[in-house]
């Protein structure tokens, strides 16, 4: 049975920084990645990354600011979130799949999310 599990999230201010870590369990996956969810947005792709990691994704909004990394070995991958502001608060959810596309589509497994509030 395929598991993701997210942890890291919590209440922050602005200029904070956080780690979020999803462990994935029942099966390795090519393709991992960081979607986030504003109260009334759509979801949108905050990061991804390959299984080698040589190929990554960030959204404009996230770039110089936050790094996404996998440890294969323990089959979690890893959202160090660093200059938080108060537009990055949403639910933070993982995602996996076996595709190397980098949209919503391409995952087909997803964990439970974690909250993420940065306060000004």
């Known amino acids: 049975q395929v598991q993701l599990v997210e942890s890291g999230g919590g209440l922050v201010q602005a200029g904070d920084s956080l780690r979020l870590s999803c462990a994935a369990s029942g099966r390795t996956f090519r393709n991992m990645g960081w979607f986030r969810q504003a109260p009334g947005k759509e979801r949108e792709l905050v990061c991804a990354i390959t299984w080698t990691g040589a190929s990554t994704y960030y959204a404009d909004s996230v770039k110089g600011r936050f790094t996404i990394s996998r440890d294969n070995a323990k089959n979690t991958v890893f959202l160090q979130m660093n200059m938080l502001k108060p537009e990055d608060t949403g639910v933070y959810y993982c995602?996996?799949?076996?595709?190397?596309?980098?949209?919503?589509?391409?995952?087909?497994?997803w964990g439970q999310g974690t909250q993420v509030t940065v306060s000004s």
């Open positions: 995602a996996a799949g076996s595709s190397t596309d980098y949209h919503a589509g391409a995952y087909n497994y």
